[in-house]
């Protein structure tokens, strides 16, 4: 862990100002915020640790929990929710077991919502990691997972 | 060009992309490689032409030949088509839901022909990750313009008097803005560019970044030129990774050709633009809690009073801040004049607006219009109005700071302050259209559920205003909704929108008073019929019409809680079990599952 972080700080040079890019460079390469590294970047930056938190946590990029491999984002945007993006949630959370904010317990999907991913023209859509599906229905967002069963055992992340 | 020779133009927006553009671009690529073809056949990847529902989008020039919906089975007949003389693929044209007829031509088509894409022009047209597209179309010639012939007071008075309004939202004058930001004193000044966007519904800033990258720096640079700023920044979405991509290459290729760094275009003036993520917080939109994350901070507003950005920025620097497409619009005014740019649009508010037109119309996309244009003519004109024949029931405009508009103003000319004046706003530009199988009352509880979560916090009016409304929508919409929350909503949505800190809780009422003033019969059933006509909410009495019924037993299937019975050949809901689901509503094929009003004395029992 540290050689990554060895790899990311110095580029900063202990800038308050870039507390934002060198959480979201740390995120990118641990798929969330690991609290040793919060520790040290605090540290590196002259900072509190609290006041590392109090960024980390204002806002929704961050993550304190490790994340699952495939990061599914229902859109809930307006032009989503009037198409029917509660019942996509729905039948999302159906199909992978876990409730919107979880992530399954063998670490493949982490389930999220996010305001808007700018596809409006195909609502309901949603992302699994870089990839939107668009024109959704219930059944069509199932049918992009594995069926149920596996993924039983349920982790909050933040 | 000898008229064997055409371009074939694959949009690669996030849309289009996401309907599979890119594999149709690369077995074009492969079909094009042959020698005869690979001559006379310019292949062409581009942005958002903004017809996103009808993607993926291939475009033929020099003819405009528009083809929808293309799938890569489709590859092979379009390149057929091209050689060796050109002919149409009638089969990929699009096709009017309308008049039910293909139109060959993109500037035929209803959607386009409407339009005045002057700030999209490029958009569609030019390779946005190769800045010779950009040059090849009068690229960089305002910058030069503005460099070399005029003085920063010129631009300044050239913009003031060009009428441009903030497209961010307020519609806050851009000269006058820049004249602040220029007299302010002081050695050091920044020049931002707010492409947050953190509308839900809205995306014309990241069409334009992902379209026309060059056009709001170009904006930019002219911009730090007139204020006397040499360094810039781009505030832009993480949730926009191509726009954050191709940022990043149009920064690095603008800085190559001389346009960025020190002494552009050997005229010693200097001037550079980093790009900033954001992280995800729509308070972030408001531009002293933008500085604050700038500089690694909670993004949180300034407290009142406070100084204006253009006086007190970025490090306590003055700060010029305007949005994407205010800086998209600076060329085209440095190049043709502010008269030009003022000739089109209203009294107050000029130029052309961008609005995202979404929800129950045939037609969604990103749509660019004259200021001052009715709604009408935006639904039905170009977007086709509602599709399957449903009623249209109200639009959406501004956002969670706007509000809901009403069949009545379907003819009110839409600018600025028309829109501040019905109760809603231009905020962002999203234009959401909602028909009869929408509820007013769970759409002001969808808009105040996001503005109650990403209230920062700080201010009391906003944090617990914004929860409370929430909690008698939550209400409302369970059928737990009491005489009097009318009046409440409306009583704490004033006193929200008068005390709080800063925009996101003055506007974040809008759309619950809005419906409730153009809306309420659908409030007062809601509380005193414990029903919802457009059948989104749980309520209402479910009862079999025995008449249509057919028999088929498809409801008793479907239901969870047992509700349906059937005796002697007659179904029926048992209304104490029923919980209202709506799927034996959903399921019946003949449709005789009724949802009924419940009557006021039923309900107080
Ligand atoms: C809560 C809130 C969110 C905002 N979000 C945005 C945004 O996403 N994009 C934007 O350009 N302006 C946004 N604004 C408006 C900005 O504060 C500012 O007025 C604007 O960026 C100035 O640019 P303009 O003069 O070119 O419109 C927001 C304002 C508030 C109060």
Redesign the pocket.
């Known amino acids: 862990m540290e050689d990554h972080l060895s790899e990311i700080l110095p580029s900063y040079r202990g800038k308050r100002s870039k507390l934002i890019p060198i959480l979201q460079e740390v995120q990118a390469k641990f798929g969330y915020l690991p609290e040793e590294v919060m520790r040290e970047l605090a540290t590196f930056i002259g900072i509190p640790e609290c006041e590392a938190y109090s960024v980390a946590t204002f806002y929704a990029q961050f993550r304190l929990m490790p994340l699952g491999k495939k990061r599914v984002a229902i859109c809930r945007g307006t032009a989503c929710h009037i198409s029917g993006a509660p019942k996509i949630l729905e039948a999302t959370e159906k199909v992978l077991g876990i409730k919107d904010g979880e992530t399954t317990a063998d670490l493949e999907y982490t389930l999220e919502t996010v305001a808007c991913i700018g596809c409006c023209a195909l609502a309901p859509c949603l992302r699994i990691n870089e990839d939107v599906h668009g024109r959704l229905t219930p059944a069509k967002a199932s049918e992009l997972f594995p069926a149920p069963s596996t993924n039983k055992g349920e982790q909050d992340v933040q | 060009m000898s008229n064997r020779q055409c371009t074939v133009l694959v949009c690669q927006g996030t849309g289009c992309i996401s309907g599979g553009a890119e594999p149709i671009y690369s077995s074009l690529e492969g079909e094009i490689a042959k020698p005869d073809l690979r001559e006379n056949v310019h292949l062409k990847r581009t942005g958002c032409h903004g017809f996103c529902q009808q993607g993926p989008l291939v475009i033929v020039e020099p003819e405009g030949f528009f083809y929808s919906k293309v799938k890569p089975d489709d590859v092979h007949e379009i390149v057929q088509s091209l050689l060796p003389e050109r002919k149409v693929v009638k089969r990929l044209l699009y096709r009017d839901p309308i008049t039910n007829k293909r139109i060959p031509y993109y500037r035929d088509i209803p959607f386009y022909s409407k339009q005045q894409r002057t700030v999209l022009r490029n958009c569609g047209k030019i390779n946005p990750e190769d800045i010779n597209d950009y040059l090849a179309s009068n690229g960089y010639q305002a910058l030069r313009k503005a460099l070399f012939e005029l003085t920063s007071e010129q631009i300044i008075e050239e913009v003031k008097h060009s009428g441009l ?8 004058p ?1 000269g006058q ?1 820049w004249e602040a930001c220029r007299r302010a004193p002081g050695e050091v000044k920044y020049v931002i560019c ?6 839900p519904g809205a995306f014309q ?1 990241r069409s334009v970044l992902e379209g026309d990258p060059h056009s709001v720096l170009e904006g930019m640079i002219i911009a730090g030129y007139a204020v006397g700023a040499k360094q810039g920044f781009v505030y832009v979405r993480a949730e926009y990774p191509l726009a954050v991509k191709r940022l990043y290459i149009a920064t690095a290729q603008a800085r190559e050709r001389g346009f960025l760094g020190r002494n552009i275009l050997g005229s010693g003036f200097v001037f550079d633009i980093e790009i900033f993520q954001g992280a995800g917080a ?6 002293t ?2 500085v604050l994350s700038i500089e690694g901070k909670r993004g949180m ?1 300034k407290s009142l009073p406070r100084p204006r950005t253009t006086e007190v920025g970025l490090w306590g620097k003055p700060t010029l ?6 800086f998209a619009n600076i060329p085209l005014i440095i190049i043709h004049g502010s008269e030009w740019f003022a000739s089109r649009g209203t009294e107050r508010s000029k130029g052309t607006a961008i609005y995202s037109l979404t929800g129950k119309v045939a037609n969604c996309g990103l749509i660019e219009v004259p200021m001052g244009i009715k709604l009408r003519e935006i639904v039905y004109g170009i977007g086709g109005g509602p599709p399957g024949g449903k009623a249209f029931k109200a639009v959406q405009t501004g956002g969670p ?1 706007g509000g809901c508009l009403p069949a009545e103003l379907l003819d009110m000319p839409i600018d600025f302050d028309s829109l501040t004046a019905a109760g809603s706003m231009m905020g ?1 530009g999203g234009v959401v259209v909602v028909d009869e199988d929408t509820c007013m009352v769970d759409v002001a509880r969808y808009f105040l559920d996001f503005t109650q979560k990403e209230s920062c916090g700080q201010c009391l009016p906003c944090r617990l205003g914004t929860y409370q409304m929430l909690q008698i929508l939550e209400r409302i919409t369970r059928g737990e909704g009491v005489p009097g929350d009318i009046e409440r909503l409306e009583w704490i949505g004033r006193r929200v929108k008068e005390y709080s800190l ?3 809780g003055t ?1 974040a009422p809008n759309p619950v008073l809005s419906t409730i003033k153009y809306f309420r019969e659908e409030y007062e059933e809601h509380i005193y019929n414990k029903y919802c006509r457009a059948k989104v909410c749980a309520l209402g009495m479910f009862r079999i019409e025995p008449d249509e019924c057919v028999l088929c037993g498809l409801c008793q299937g479907v239901c969870e809680t047992g509700a349906v019975k059937e005796i002697r050949n007659k179904f029926f809901i048992v209304q104490d079990y029923c919980n209202k689901c709506k799927s034996c509503y959903t399921i019946c094929p003949v449709g005789a599952v009724r949802v009924e009003k419940y009557l006021p004395k039923e309900v107080t029992k």
């Open positions: 309004r903030g497209l961010g939202g307020a519609g806050f851009a803005k707010n492409a947050d966007e953190g509308d800033d729509f308070v972030c939109g408001e531009s809690a933008l507003p801040l305007n949005n994407v497409k205010t700071s962002s800063c925009g996101l506007t």
